[in-house]
């Protein structure tokens, strides 16, 4: 039925190549990129080929950076920061997504001036410089009808499986000046305004909630599409 409860997912692999463009565009003469992950909490296998490919499309090379620790991400990002024109891009992962380790990953990301992109908004609500991924508000306001189901006797494995249809792009401008970046117009064009909480709550809070609740912030700018094949450096479709 059309309007049956549905499962859904975070996993888009359109997206993968989206990311590597945005890399592209952000750092024009990026050479080498590295694929941040856990092997034994992402789903690389999922994501790999398309990154790969998208990376040598654009004649970039692909780098698997596997962590599996804090001190492992330290070592893969400063060996990365010795090859110049290096950029990194980070996996959905449930180990990079906590609040320890992602502020790790953003904190070497400025130390050693390497551009990136983040899967969620909270990324570059926290310092990240350019995040593009699935909405995931959206995809929990909709959870609830599913469980239900389950709860009433429905079987899992009976019920759809839905891919996410609606996507946000968030750039953060501070960070950009920080690096000396400057986005292309098209990013500019393409996005609405939200704030980005000030340092001192950056350990604290993650995702929507502080970028409502403090006043003194910097820019951080959204885009909120229903389609995961937004072309940035054409305009956007």
């Not at 400057?182 to 993650?206: C, G, I, K, N, Y």
Request: charged share 25%; proline share 7%.
């Amino acid at each position: 039925q059309a309007d049956a409860p549905q499962a859904y997912t975070q996993a888009e692999l359109q997206g993968t190549e989206t990311w590597v463009e945005l890399l592209k565009e952000v750092s024009p003469g990026v050479k080498r990129a590295a694929f941040l992950f856990n092997p034994d909490t992402a789903p690389h296998g999922y994501y790999l080929r398309s990154f790969t490919a998208g990376a040598r499309g654009l004649g970039i090379e692909p780098v698997e950076a596997r962590v599996r620790s804090e001190a492992e991400i330290e070592r893969a990002l400063t060996d990365l920061a010795l090859t110049r024109d290096s950029g990194f891009i980070v996996m959905p992962d449930i180990y990079l997504a906590t609040r320890e380790v992602f502020n790790v990953v953003i904190e070497l990301a400025a130390r050693h001036r390497l551009p990136a992109v983040y899967p969620y908004r909270y990324f570059a609500a926290a310092g990240g410089l350019v995040s593009y991924g699935v909405d995931t508000a959206a995809i929990w306001a909709n959870a609830p009808s599913y469980v239900d189901r389950i709860l009433k006797g429905a079987k899992p494995a009976d019920l759809p499986v839905q891919l996410p249809t609606r996507f946000e792009f968030a750039i953060n401008r501070k960070t950009a000046a920080d690096l000396g970046i400057t986005f292309p117009p098209s990013f500019e064009l393409r996005a609405d305004e939200v704030p980005q909480q000030p340092e001192h709550a950056r350990r604290e809070h993650a995702g929507d909630n502080y970028c409502n609740r403090y006043s003194q912030c910097v820019h951080l700018t959204v885009l909120r599409s229903r389609s995961a094949a937004i072309r940035i450096g054409n305009g956007g479709r």
